[in-house]
């Protein structure tokens, strides 16, 4: 159920997933959908689940631990910033659903984005040498913050509908990562 439900959310428009349709696209039937979610709330919720275990988080994970094996802040920073910013666009309808349709309690946006500026922090203590500001932990915070509004804008639109010009997403990536270094390199 939790597939059909994708399946029609792939379509941008969130009305279509209905208990009715999720039923007559997965084969199920209406008692087994209430047994399992309870509600469309439900399924909405277990799909934000799905969503965050399966494809959000380890994605986001696997990037950061690639980005603290670089040897180079502007490489380690790129190899942070390309994973969600590549997820964002890929899965833009479901994550923009999710943003415009927040039924998420604070607390776990605020853990995760704590976990961001955590493995940030991680990753601008090992290129030290290369950070002028003292404050890693504030500079950590800004350019999670960056990253992040990035990633909300690819998730709602084109990249070209807030660059203003045909623009790819590797020049979107390009870009973030040139605007992290230039942050944290100069005074």
């Known amino acids: 159920m939790l597939d059909a439900a994708e399946e029609l959310l792939q379509s941008g428009d ?12 997965s084969g199920g039937t209406v008692g087994s959908f209430y047994a399992r979610f309870g509600s469309v709330d439900g399924l909405f919720e277990a799909l934000r689940n799905r969503y965050r275990e399966a494809v ?4 986001i994970l696997q990037g950061y631990e690639k980005a603290i094996q670089q040897t180079n802040l502007r490489s380690a920073l790129y190899h942070s910033i390309k994973p969600p910013l ?5 899965e833009h309808q479901a994550i923009s659903y999710f943003l415009k349709n927040p039924n998420t309690e604070q607390e776990l946006l605020v853990e995760q984005r704590k976990f961001m500026v955590d493995k940030t922090f991680e990753i601008l203590q090992r290129h030290r040498r290369e950070i002028v500001h003292n404050d890693l932990r504030r500079a950590s915070e800004n350019v999670s913050r960056m990253s992040h509004a990035i990633w909300v804008h690819l ?18 990536i390009e870009l973030t990562t040139q605007m992290a270094y230039a942050y944290l390199t100069t005074e």
Not at 56 to 59: E, G, L, S
Request: aromatic share 6%; no cysteine.
């Open 14 to 25: 969130s009305r279509k997933v209905t208990l009715e349709s999720v039923v007559k696209l």
């Open 155 to 172: 998730a709602l639109m084109e990249p070209s509908e807030f660059i203003g010009r045909k623009t790819s997403l590797s020049s979107v």
């Open 86 to 90: 590549e997820l964002a666009r890929k």
């Open 56 to 59: 959000y988080q380890p994605t």
